[in-house]
């Protein structure tokens, strides 16, 4: 609160203002005397000059009288509180000014305590005004502080749950969100191997960790569109976007994961939803998003996942089932087994760890429920004969009769097992088949100098997703594979006689001196001592 202010003293007689402003110890009431001035033109000089807090007037002056002094100053300063001497036959102007804005008005004569009392109720007015504008501006501050986590909880709401366009829309404003109001793409990113690489760290190193890829992640996006970045869970970021006019969505995703690997330590998976048009639509983008960034089991990490990109599957309808249970269904699609395991486990230990355990007959409907449900997911992958397992396994947890909750437990998992191993056979075959098709189409063109991402795009994929894809499968990178089908081809020339620059050319190297390096490297000897030693001629 402020401890001192301000008042000017305006009158043309002048032992008025010397027995105003000497004899009364103002300091001691946390006032202090700004100046003081003889007619009503020196008073509003003076008063533009100080900037008082109280101007203290009479109210017949020279010049300029007190009612058009009060017009003037208000209209500068509308907070200042000014206070009229005035007599009885003044007493129609006192009540024009205090309609004009005057706080108040002493009515001669007047005594030194009627004027200290006055002043006293103007100066308390003035910091209760004060309080209470510190008062709004703290609940400003404090509303601006709290902005960022009540954003995130209205993207979380808008994540979990379906809701209408009115409600979506209610507290967009209000939040400041800073996105505009449709073409909206959910990005979902995780760190790679989090839990193994940060056991033993220390908990202010984990947070630095998590700061410095959310800050990456929001830099990124900024440089492409208007987007918002929060924290999903321990080790994975929500990112909601604006869908840019210049730039593919992938282009960005792919953006991002470049530049966590090159300015942090760790590197990230991204799954990404579909477009969505309207604010309430984001949750579908959501659940895409955490669908593609399932199939992250199957390339150790660092890769961009779109759920456009994926196979498509017939999606269970929407069921109000916990967040858990809907990601275990997303890990059995993709045959992520072993986090499919981790999520049984919770779903177990969400089960039997209330403050009233359920009985026994209500575990085990829940766990024939949860059964029939991962029959289902399973059913929409495979055929009807890879179902047979599966089937067999459902038999045998809905004839469980004596049993414990272990055995139930682990009667879940091994249904998960042998859906999961079928899933992931198939995505194997699925896989070779890609990278076979790609390899047919590099042998029928050889000499073209194709990129990665050229070759991803035959087959529908993302360049990251497809270059550890083909690592996986032939073991080796597309570039490896394409220089060995190369220098193969070569001997083949070379022994038929023909000479090196013309084979260099054919096989898309015009710089012969780099083709005889790279056919050295490869065979261990120059192209003419290969072909001495296997040519016919």
Not at 148 to 161: A, G, K, V
């Amino acid at each position: 609160m402020m401890t001192e202010l301000r008042m000017c003293v305006i009158d043309d007689i002048k032992t008025v203002v010397e027995g105003i402003t000497g004899q009364i110890d103002w300091e001691s009431h946390g006032i202090r005397i700004a100046g003081t001035a003889s007619n009503g033109e020196k008073g509003i000089e003076l008063i533009h000059r100080t900037e008082p807090h109280i101007v203290l007037t009479d109210i017949r002056m020279p010049k300029i009288n007190g009612l058009e002094m009060t017009k003037q100053v208000l209209k500068k300063l509308p907070r200042t509180r000014i206070v009229f001497l005035s007599g009885y036959t003044d007493f129609e102007y006192a009540q024009q000014a205090v309609q004009l804005g005057a706080f108040d008005y002493i009515v001669k004569p007047y005594t030194p305590r009627k004027i200290i009392e006055v002043v006293l109720k103007a100066k308390l007015s003035i910091e209760e005004e004060i309080g209470e504008t510190q008062r709004y501006h703290e609940m400003e501050r404090k509303l601006r502080e709290s902005l960022p986590y009540l954003r995130q909880e209205y993207f979380q709401l808008l994540l979990q749950f379906r809701t209408t366009p009115e409600q979506a829309v209610k507290r967009w404003d209000f939040l400041n969100i800073g996105l505009e109001r449709e073409h909206f793409v959910v990005m979902l990113t995780e760190i790679d191997q989090f839990a193994e690489q940060t056991e033993t760290l220390p908990v202010q190193e984990v947070e630095l960790i998590r700061f410095t890829v959310q800050n990456i992640l929001e830099e990124t996006l900024r440089s492409f569109t208007k987007g918002f970045v929060f924290r999903d869970n321990t080790n994975r970021f929500v990112a909601i976007f604006n869908l840019p006019d210049s730039l593919s969505v992938e282009a960005i995703a792919e953006q991002c994961r470049e530049n966590v690997e090159k300015y942090s330590r760790y590197t990230v998976s991204l799954g990404l939803g579909e477009e969505v048009l309207a604010i309430h639509q984001i949750s579908y983008s959501y659940e895409q998003a955490l669908s593609a960034l399932s199939y992250s089991f199957y390339t150790g990490g660092n890769t961009v996942y779109s759920y456009q990109n994926m196979s498509t599957e017939h999606e269970t309808a929407p069921r109000y089932s916990p967040e858990k249970e809907k990601e275990l269904f997303y890990c059995l699609r993709s045959g992520n087994m072993n986090k499919a395991f981790d999520i049984v486990d919770e779903l177990f230990e969400e089960t039997v760890t209330s403050v009233v355990p359920p009985a026994p007959e209500a575990v085990k409907g829940y766990c024939d429920d949860l059964a029939f449900l991962i029959n289902r997911v399973f059913s929409e992958k495979l055929t009807s004969e890879e179902m047979k397992q599966i089937e067999r396994q459902l038999m045998q947890i809905k004839n469980l009769s004596l049993y414990k909750l272990k055995e139930l437990q682990g009667n879940i998992k091994e249904l998960c097992r042998i859906g999961c191993e079928l899933i992931q056979k198939r995505h194997v075959e699925d896989a070779n088949q890609v990278v076979e098709q790609v390899i047919a189409h590099i042998r029928q063109h050889v000499a073209s100098n194709m990129t990665v991402n050229d070759y991803a795009k035959l087959v529908y994929l993302s360049g990251s997703y497809f270059a550890n894809l083909f690592k996986k499968v032939t073991g080796m990178t597309v570039v490896q594979f394409v220089t060995t089908e190369r220098m193969e081809q070569a001997k083949i020339m070379l022994a038929q006689g023909k000479q090196v620059q013309e084979i260099a050319q054919a096989l898309g190297y015009e710089d012969r001196p780099h083709f005889s390096e790279l056919f050295k490297k490869h065979t261990g000897r120059t192209p003419s001592e290969f072909k001495q030693l296997y040519s016919a001629k």
